[in-house]
């Protein structure tokens, strides 16, 4: 069982800046990759960016260039820097860690709370 903590949301005026933080329970090194998704009311959840345990990065085209994804081995923590943030970007955004360990037939997938972005002046 991993349990994700979310941090960070808020409310931000456009082309200001938020940093999401995923705190993990167990050390990230024990997680196949770690990433942010958004999901808007009435909306599926969406790929805002994601890390692989190789440090592979992507991210989604919406993004691409304001949005950075990093972490913190030490902490356990992976963030999300998002810069020149728009109205279009206010949403629930949710960490998640994909987990797979020999034998199993699938990824695991464990799921943040949920943190409010809010890009409004």
């Known amino acids: 069982q991993v349990q994700l903590v979310e941090s960070g949301g808020g409310l931000v005026q456009p082309g200001g800046s938020l940093r999401l933080s995923c705190a993990a329970s167990?050390?990230?090194?024990?997680?196949?990759?770690m990433g942010w998704y958004r999901q808007g009311p009435g909306k599926q959840r969406e790929l805002v960016s994601a890390?692989?345990?190789?440090?592979?990065?992507n991210y989604a085209d919406s993004v691409k260039g304001r949005f950075t994804i990093s972490r913190d081995n030490a902490k356990n923590t992976v963030y999300l820097q998002m810069n020149s943030l728009k109205p279009e970007d206010t949403t629930v955004y949710y960490c998640?860690?994909?987990?797979?360990?020999?034998?199993?037939?699938?990824?695991?997938?464990?799921w943040g709370q949920g943190t409010q972005v809010t890009v409004s002046s």
């Open positions: 998640n860690a994909k987990v797979y360990r020999s034998g199993w037939t699938s990824v695991r997938d464990y």
């Open positions: 890390l692989t345990n190789g440090g592979t990065t």
């Open positions: 167990i050390s990230i090194f024990s997680i196949n990759a």
